[in-house]
T-cell receptor, first 116, second 112 residues
């Protein structure tokens, strides 16, 4: 499977600021996704990021709060804007590999964000 | 009703025993299903894709029942290293993309 890295691995930020998280893949992939995992919770899909088109956001997530870039087939960024303590979470990117047509997703190591 | 539901556990199981988890999903349009394993403070790792006919990978067996909308995972001869949270996942098309919907996970503790 693809090797996925994220930067930063963790950060502590002040409320009102913004943080941009980078996701790098070692191979070209069409589909990339951004998820959030809040403390004690499971993963929630934020948006789908495809190269050459606008990101598609899930209900409850908006572009102004979570702008996403996908400049090429190996890279994406997620920005968490105007942060509040409620944004403290782990943010994970994933890529989809069309294994046998079933489309398996593999995750990066995550970015642990704490907002004070 | 949550889209994917699991018993959160924890399941405390002696080493060597067999343990089974069930998971139900509400969206009949869900196309594919997976079991992921997540260790503490780590990202989820794909354990198995779940095929319609059921599939086996070593000590792990996954089954899908579309009529009843549930998925199961069976672990035989459990090892201490199997201790983790097991996430049941459904893949459903939303607009033009297929996002994953995760259950909250079942916590498994294998005891020596």
């Amino acid at each position: 499977s693809a090797v996925i890295s994220q930067k930063p691995s963790r950060d502590i930020c002040q409320r009102g600021t913004s943080l941009t998280i980078q996701c790098q893949v070692d191979s070209q992939v069409t589909m990339m996704f951004w998820y959030r995992q809040q403390p004690g919770q499971s993963l929630t899909l934020i948006a789908t990021a495809n190269q050459g088109s606008e990101a598609t956001y899930e209900s409850g997530f908006v572009i102004d709060k979570f702008p996403i870039s996908r400049p090429n087939l190996t890279f994406s960024t997620l920005t968490v804007s105007n942060m509040s303590p409620e944004d403290s979470s782990i943010y994970l990117c994933s890529v989809e590999e069309p294994t046998g047509g079933i489309g398996e997703q593999y995750f990066g190591p995550g970015t642990r964000l704490t907002v004070t | 009703r949550k889209e994917v539901e699991q018993d959160p556990g924890p399941f405390n199981v002696p080493e060597g025993a067999t343990v089974a988890f069930n998971c139900t999903y509400s969206n009949s349009a869900s196309q594919s299903f997976f079991w992921y394993r997540q260790d503490c403070r780590k990202e989820p790792k794909l354990l198995m894709s779940v095929y319609s006919s059921g599939n086996e990978d070593g000590r792990f067996t996954a089954q899908l029942n579309r009529a009843s909308q549930y998925i199961s995972l069976l672990i035989r001869d459990s090892k201490l290293s199997d201790s983790a949270t097991y996430l049941c996942v459904a893949r459903t098309r939303r607009g033009g993309a297929d996002g994953l919907t995760f259950g909250k996970g079942t916590h498994l503790i294998i005891q020596p």
